[in-house]
Each structure stands twice: as C-alpha cells, then as structure tokens.
C-alpha cells in the first residue's frame, strides 16, 4: 500500500501550525511545510516577511515541488502536508486526484486581527477563503468528500476533533497528537521567526479565545467578503467525536 497523502489547505493565522505540530507527533506521519510558499511568493511578488530567504531556501518552480515533493518518496504511511490555499495559484491542480485533501477555516473575525499584525494590508486573496470555498466544489467534482475542520471546533474540543479527522482520512488517532514539546519543529520553513511565535512557546492546542481587539476598521469590506465564504465552509464543518 503507498503513502497516504494528506495536503491540509489552510488560510493563514487558522492554527495550521499547531495542527501540523500534531500530526508530527505520531510515528507513522512525515510532515512538510508549506512547499508551495516559495512558488507563490515568485508567481505573485506577494510582500510577506522575509520573502527572499523564502525563496532562496526552496523551489520556486511549483510543478517541480509537485512532482518531487508532494508526489515524491516518502519513507512513512502518512505523509501530513501543511498547506496555505492561495499558494494554489499557476499551477496544475490535477495531483489533487492523489491526495486526501482537508480544509481548515478559521472566523474572519478572528483571523483577521491576527493577519493584520503580519501584513499591513490584508487583502480577500491573502485569506485563502475564497480558494477554500473553489477548492470544496472542485474536490466535490473530482469525487472527494474533504473534511472541514473549524479553527474553533478544534481548539475547543481538540481530541474529538482529531478523532472525526482521523476517522475521516483513514488513519488511526493517536493521542500522542495531543501534545508536543515547546520551541520549534525541524519541519519548520525559515519563515517561522515571522509566523511561529505563539506555537513554538505552546506545548498542545490552546483553549478558544474569542479576540477582543476587533477587525480594524479598514478592513471591513474584506472582513464582509471573507464571512460570505467562510458561511459556506463553515456549514461543512466536521463534529467532535468523543
């Protein structure tokens, strides 16, 4: 039997990190970040924190990290890719026949608050929402059934989340994916000094907070056009399983 191939499409700031932390944890899994980042940064000329070591720390040729990477030799049974859906941008989807692919959203009224003390002006591209929501039908299409999994949902009820996931993917849950020791993970891209900093001091998932601070107010008509989207995905939800 070969490697079963997770690609997990999140939006950024949505407990992707954490998530991947977990998967890591089980012996079974190899984990790989975000292979895509550099092929989206030298597509877009997207300004993100630390863009050029990015793109001298890995390939920026998307259709070669499909065929070498999320295609290519993997030692272990599962291999759990950490994803970022508006990365999906000139290039063939078609390898999406070969994976198990999941969604993970995050409310906009909480994610956005985060983005924006990352980038300066979030744009509805930057979300990945809209991409989530494309990916959801075309997956539909292609025949899959992806799991969706809210931020929320998870943080508040971490193993029966993780259980439904497993479940749903075809994998045993291990509780071992609960918890993970503080600092960084080898897996880690050259980014996680820009990004990482909440989960390399956590050792598991925190509980839900609701975020005080507010969308700012110049970004409202995005927030408008993320709720749109992520009212669609959320619907798709998946439920704890105790």
Same mark, same amino acid.
């Given at each position: 039997? !070969?490697?079963?191939? &997770? ?42 924190? %630390? ?10 040729? %998307? ?6 990477? &999320?295609? =290519? ?24 026949? =070969? ?41 539909? %299409?292609?025949?899959? +059934? ?13 193993? =029966? ?8 993917? !075809? &994998? ?6 609960? +918890? ?8 880690? !891209? ?6 990482? =900093? ?19 107010? %110049? ?24």
């Amino acid at each position: 039997m !070969g490697t079963k191939r &997770i690609c997990l499409w999140s939006g950024p700031r949505n407990v992707s990190t954490a998530l991947m932390y977990a998967f890591a944890q089980r012996q079974d899994t190899q984990v790989i970040d975000e292979p895509l980042y550099a092929h989206y940064l030298y597509v877009t000329g997207a300004s993100h924190p %630390g863009s050029a070591e990015v793109m001298a720390s890995m390939s920026t040729d %998307g259709a070669a990290v499909v065929q070498d990477v &999320i295609l =290519g030799p993997c030692e272990k049974p599962v291999l759990f890719m950490k994803q970022m859906a508006h990365h999906l941008v000139a290039i063939d989807r078609g390898f999406l026949q =070969g994976t198990v692919n999941v969604l993970l959203i995050r409310d906009p009224r909480d994610m956005l608050p985060s983005l924006a003390k990352i980038l300066d002006t979030p744009t509805l591209a930057d979300t990945g929402l809209r991409v989530q929501a494309e990916l959801l039908s075309e997956l539909r %299409g292609l025949g899959q +059934s992806p799991p969706v999994l809210d931020a929320r949902l998870l943080l508040e009820n971490p193993s =029966g989340v993780l259980r439904a996931l497993c479940e749903q993917v !075809g &994998i045993p849950f291990d509780a071992g994916m609960l +918890s993970w020791p503080t600092g960084g993970h080898p897996a880690d !891209g050259v980014w996680a000094r820009y990004w990482y =900093g909440n989960v390399h001091r956590s050792t598991g998932f925190a509980p839900y907070r609701r975020k005080l601070e507010g969308v700012p107010l %110049g970004l409202r008509d995005v927030l408008e056009a993320c709720l749109e989207y992520y009212a669609v995905l959320r619907a798709e939800a998946i439920e704890a399983t105790n």
